[in-house]
């Protein structure tokens, strides 16, 4: 079911995707490389839905703002995840059921298509053509932590510099409440998708525009032949 919160009848040309939770299921991989992370600076974290609540937002950011973790201590954190999810975590990541059909749909349709995630742009690159979904995307934006670009709100900025701003008729499509948020910061319309990693309460307090239930929900929103 799609469900029209805003009340908007809007038509859409360009469609931002995000990765985690959207078009990939990577709960499996986050979660482990949380866990290791937290094992090696001396924490546990054993609640299942404070783990799953990793997946998506930044790392740092989450750990800054749900575990009181100074700059520095969040930094340190994170190169016990990274050095994981590189290694491990990434290959325990998988698409989920539909999305490539949709996907298709969608680009057949007429529409351009990016990925803007908060995902290191070559992590999110490299799993992108491994799963042969690159041809899909114009262009892949993600986070650059050695240029300051790493949540969704600064991914999109960037986004919008490099196409020369913000495209006509274009939205945001995403599973948890930084993507809507990161959205509307830089004046998206928004799409979230209750498959992934985020409820309705979640989705709605953030400000979507639209929720789906569903892949199939979401191809036939967006796979609508252009006017």
Known sequence: ??????????????????????????GEGCVNAVRHMFSSIGMEENDEKRLLAFVGPP??????????FNESKATEAYKHFST???????????????IEDALRLIKASGKTL??????????????????????????????????????????????LRLLGGLPKNAVMVGDRYHDIEGAKTVG????????GYGDEDELTKAGSDYLVDSIDDLAQMLGGTNQ
């Open 84 to 98: 994981y999810y590189r290694s491990k975590g990434l290959k325990q990541c998988r698409l989920f059921s539909g």
């Open 114 to 159: 990016y990925i803007a995630t908060s995902k290191q742009e070559y992590m999110a690159h490299h799993l992108l053509k491994e799963f042969g979904l690159l041809e899909y995307f114009s262009i892949v934006f993600g986070a650059d932590h050695e240029h300051g670009i790493s949540d969704k709100t600064q991914v999109l900025q960037n986004a």
């Open 188 to 195: 998206l319309d928004t799409i979230g998708v209750l498959y």
């Open 1 to 26: 079911m799609i469900h029209n919160i805003s009340g908007k009848d809007s038509y859409y040309n360009t469609v931002f995707f995000d990765f985690d939770g959207t078009i990939a299921d990577s």
């Open 59 to 68: 790392i740092k950011h989450h750990l800054m703002q749900c575990y009181g």
